[in-house]
């Protein structure tokens, strides 16, 4: 996987998405970053903790997806940023926040079809 160009791809969809981190399903960040020019709201040490929660949560529903299914994404809206967490197949993670204004249904839906 091209993860420098699939971020690249990503951050194009929209001027709403302030930053998209890939990491496998440790949390190893294997690529990511903020839009240029997007005032970054939390400390590097923040986001590294707040990937590290996502990834846990999202292991935690891979193992109930036996009973529930598979999961699609998730989505946490907040007073200042929307953040959507997404498998990108089986070994990755995509953690991508937006703007709150932001449609995020059609940008889940783009990057559904771009995923490997």
Known sequence: MN?????????SMSP???FATISDMNGRIKYGGHRKGVKNLL?????RESLKLAVTAWRLRS????KIGKGKY???????????????????LLYLTT??????????????????
């Open 16 to 18: 709403a998405i302030r």
């Open 74 to 92: 998730v989505l946490a809206e907040y007073a200042k940023i929307k953040r959507i967490t997404m498998p990108l197949g089986n070994k990755h």
């Open 43 to 47: 400390t590097p040490s923040e986001s």
């Open 99 to 116: 703007s709150t204004g932001v449609n995020h249904a059609k940008i889940i839906n783009r990057i559904v079809r771009l995923r490997p």
């Open 63 to 66: 193992k109930l997806s036996r």
């Open 3 to 11: 993860y420098q160009n699939l971020h690249k791809k990503i951050m």
